[in-house]
């Protein structure tokens, strides 16, 4: 306006754009079975400074894993690992405009410690002087929650109390380690 009279209009066209946040799932863990995992995505961002919403998800557990995610909106949710194996959570962040990339943390469950172990082949077998036995010794190592333990070493040894035995090289002891079935195999 120019005192007296109006212009034309004219207009200008202002375009904002917005970012996506970026997820962070926080880094993987390593936890016994029946532990409680808690989660966090408080390292997430958003390059405007909004506030984010969190989605997570359970995406991958152990067969007969019934685990299931407690505040899986909240920053930081929780579950119980159940069982033996792999579970991998994803975090999905959202700042209101656009969501970000899932991203994925896993958690490794391993089992406890060995809590029992059972003669599983082997026993009640006798012998001549100086022959092998016909069948080798076997032992089921597993832990507290019934789960069989891999790679646990099992001494045998032979014991007697008129007559005794030996291992290879004459050896009174002889150590196994437990393969994929929590089982351990003496040698012959």
Request: charged share 5%.
């Amino acid at each position: 306006n120019n005192g007296t009279f109006d212009s034309a209009p004219s207009t200008v066209t202002v375009t904002t754009t917005v970012s996506a946040p970026t997820a962070n799932a926080g880094p993987a863990q390593s936890v016994a079975v029946n532990a409680s995992v808690n989660l966090s995505g408080s390292a997430s961002t958003d390059p405007q400074n909004l506030v984010l919403t969190y989605l997570w998800s359970l995406t991958t557990r152990p067969s007969g894993s019934s685990a299931t995610l407690t505040g899986a909106t909240t920053v930081a949710p929780s579950f119980v690992a159940d069982k033996v194996g792999t579970y991998v959570a994803q975090l999905i962040v959202n700042n209101g405009f656009l969501p970000s990339t899932p991203v994925t943390v896993t958690i490794t469950v391993n089992p406890g410690p060995p809590a029992s172990i059972t003669a599983t082949s082997g026993g009640g077998q006798s012998a001549n002087l100086n022959a092998a036995f016909a069948n080798v010794l076997k032992a089921t190592v597993k832990d507290a929650q019934g789960n069989v333990l891999s790679g646990v070493n099992v001494t045998f040894t032979a014991q007697g109390t008129t007559a005794n035995a030996t291992f290879p090289g004459g050896l009174t002891t002889a150590t196994a380690a437990t393969d994929v079935n929590g089982v351990a195999t003496s040698p012959t």
